[in-house]
Every structure is written in C-alpha cells, then in structure tokens.
C-alpha cells in the first residue's frame, strides 16, 4: 500500500522569502502521480503543482516549484517570494498511474508573517 | 476549467434526521466521485469511492448505512447521512474527475454538517 508522510506539521516563513515543505512517499509502483494541494481557511482544495513520475523534469508554476527526487522518494514543495496569500494547510498527496482515490499526507500549515 | 459544485456549504441538522449533500460536476462528466471527511486541522479521511451505475466502494470502518452513497449521473453524486448523531459532524469534501483522464482530481467547497 501506498503511503505519504509530511513530517513538519506547521511552517513559518517571512514575507517574501522562501519556504521549503517536505514529503517523502512510499510505494511499488514505478509510475504514479504526485500532487500539492492548498487548502486556504475557506477550505476549497486547490492544485498547487502536479509532478508525472515518469518525467525527470521538476515541476514549476510561477513561485512553485518542486524537488522530486524519484529515487529518495521524495517530493518537496518551494515558495518563492511568498506572500501573506500563501498561508494555508498544504497536502502533498499521491495517485496511482491507474487512477483511483488519492492518498493524502498529514499536511503541512504555513504562516507567512508580514 | 473544471468545476465541482458541492451543496448545501452549510447544514445544521438535528440529532436523528438525515442529510443530503450534493456534488455535481458543471462542465465535465465524471464516472468516479471521491467523498471525504475532514477533521479541523487534519487530512482527508477518503470515505468511499462513487462509481456511475454501480454500487460505492466504503473505506474499512466507514457503516455504509450510516452514509449512503448514490451516483445515479455522470455529473451528480449525493451522500445521505442517515440518522445523523453529533460525531457525525464534520466537514464533508467530494471530489471528482474527467472521464477518461487521471491525472488530477477537482473538489467540491464543501460542507459543514452539524448535528445539534
């Protein structure tokens, strides 16, 4: 079975500067979909950033980007410039290349500080 | 883009009763619906997969006749929580996706059921 673990529970980040979130994932399969999600206080889920596993290439979406390390399993999320927007839960979460239900970490809360 | 509409946001309902949630996908067709439970400041709990035509598939330790799961279209899917107790409050969450893609999944708002 697969499993994705976020190991920092609340992050904090200056205005402006950079902040990293980490995930690390376990599974069998060789190809599979990685996902960020926000989840601002109104709780609407939305994609931050989607990473195919068979593409060596990291993601980037304006200030997102990603560190996916294939090998370490591993699947971190960067701000850059962060804004007081940004604040919010965010999920790293997986999805089997046959589709099927996503599985979720624990999340991580972000603060950006004026 | 594409949107899913989940109704009502908000329900208050009494202890007893039973509650119809709504999700509808607006401008795709979506054979598998996802629905979610969510506790404050935790993940998403998935609860069962809603398959068009086909009878739902529950999550182990969810009482399928606690929450009732109908996908009778490819754009709507409802959960019923039936006789409703005040644990059964919580914030709901459905998603869906595109008919013949998997790449990405898109959610409803949400709703906040309370059971007083």
């Known amino acids: 079975a697969q499993t994705v673990t976020q190991s920092q529970p609340e992050m904090s980040v200056q205005e402006a500067e950079t902040v990293t979130l980490s995930c690390t994932y376990d599974?069998?399969?060789?190809?599979?979909?990685l996902f960020w999600y926000k989840q601002p206080p109104s709780r609407q889920m939305i994609l931050v950033i989607r990473?195919?596993?068979?593409?060596?290439q990291n993601a980037t979406e304006n200030r997102f980007s990603v560190n996916f390390q294939k090998a370490a399993k591993s699947f971190s999320l960067k701000i850059s410039d962060s804004q007081l927007g940004d604040a919010a839960m965010y999920f790293c979460a997986y999805r089997s290349k046959q589709g099927g239900k996503l599985i979720f970490g624990q999340g991580t809360e972000l603060s950006v500080k004026p | 883009g594409a949107v899913v509409s989940q109704h009502p946001s908000r329900v208050i309902c009494k202890s007893g009763t039973s509650v119809k949630i709504e999700c509808r996908s607006l401008?795709?067709?979506?054979?598998?619906m996802f629905w979610y439970r969510q506790f404050p400041k935790q993940s998403l709990m998935l609860m069962a997969t809603s398959n068009e035509g086909s009878k739902a598939t529950y999550e182990q330790g969810v009482e399928k006749d606690k929450f009732l799961i109908n996908h009778a279209s490819l754009t709507l899917s409802t959960l019923t929580v039936t006789s409703a107790h005040p644990e059964d409050s919580s914030f709901y969450i459905c998603?869906?996706?595109?008919?013949?893609?998997?790449?990405?999944?898109?959610f409803g708002q949400g709703t906040r059921l309370t059971v007083v």
């Open positions: 599974t069998s399969e060789s190809d599979y979909y």
């Open positions: 401008d795709f067709q979506a054979t598998t």
């Open positions: 998603s869906a996706s595109k008919a013949g893609t998997i790449t990405e999944a898109f």
């Open positions: 990473q195919e596993a068979y593409k060596q």
